[in-house]
């Protein structure tokens, strides 16, 4: 099913979002895409997302900001110590050297050195932390939209399986008079191929009905085709992930239309079956978007 969320938030001197899109798949995908220095929380990520969704190609894409920390600046005090002590002797042997100052001190190479401020532990765990609730949050978001899609496409669904039942009910009471309609038709080419000979016992032909009706009984295929409307209603009535099974029952609503088609030896009861075989490519194809 498809979906898209977002979050954001701030957490000690970083600021964050989360972006996360779904798209429809058979199975669960989760993929992330982490700044650098954040490749720890993939593995966390992707449990999260397999506990909150169970099917689909789902994209993480995290991005965080850092605000500007004002530096430490440290002066190397022994370096310093050590450049006063030779500074007399320096001035002995150079009569004509003038005392530095202190900015030119300051300014040798290596005196002064700046320091990054570097998170601590503890505050690097809180970050974790946010960010890790702040994706659960956007894993709800995109959750909620895809149960608001799946309620729409419970209509669809609605539809295309009270037109199976219609069907159905068409193709039960045509399968009824299969029998009647075989007898008359083997009647009428016995009676083309014998032209003048004597007509075919009556037991012989029941005997030929009954053989070519048993062939072209397709109110078993009827049966299972009903039963499987059954089972698909209930499962969304139901809660929990059902579009593996509905995809399952999809495969089994086809084989039993096949079937039908292939036994029928009426224009009717074929047409019926063909009209069943559009509509469940219909249903099957929706039930593919269904978690």
Not at 82 to 100: C, D, G, N
Not at 139 to 147: I, N, V
Not at 238 to 265: D, I
């Amino acid at each position: 099913m498809t979906g898209f969320a977002r979050s954001a938030g701030q957490a000690n001197d970083c600021a964050w979002a989360w972006e996360v899109r779904s798209v429809n798949g058979k199975g669960l995908d989760a993929r992330c895409r982490l700044p650098s220095g954040f490749e720890a929380l993939e593995l966390k990520a992707r449990e999260r997302a397999t506990r909150k969704l169970k099917r689909g190609s789902v994209w993480m894409n995290l991005t965080v900001t850092r605000s500007v920390r004002q530096a430490d600046v440290q002066v190397n005090t022994d370096a310093l110590d050590r450049i006063i002590a030779v500074l007399p002797e320096i001035q002995q042997r150079l009569p004509e050297f003038r005392p530095t100052s202190a900015e030119g001190l300051l300014g040798l190479r290596g005196m002064i050195e700046i320091i990054d401020q570097q998170p601590s532990e503890e505050e690097r765990a809180a970050l974790d932390t946010a960010l890790l609730d702040g994706l659960d949050q956007t894993l709800d978001s995109l959750a909620a939209m895809r149960r608001e899609e799946g309620e729409r496409m419970a209509a669809v669904l609605d539809v295309h399986l009270d037109r199976i039942g219609t069907l159905c009910e068409e193709a039960e009471r045509l399968a009824a008079i299969q029998p009647d309609a075989i007898r008359e038709r083997l009647r009428d080419q016995v009676a083309a191929l014998l032209e003048a000979t004597p007509a075919l016992p009556e037991e012989r032909l029941a005997q030929e009905v009954a053989v070519l009706a048993a062939k072209a009984d397709t109110r078993e295929e009827v049966d299972r085709l009903k039963a499987h409307r059954e089972a698909t209603m209930a499962l969304l009535a139901g809660t929990g992930p059902v579009g593996r099974k509905l995809e399952f029952l999809c495969q089994e609503f086809n084989r039993e239309a096949n079937t039908l088609c292939a036994k029928s030896s009426d224009v009717e009861l074929t047409r019926v079956g063909i009209d069943l075989k559009a509509t469940i490519d219909q249903l099957r194809e929706q039930v593919q978007n269904i978690e």
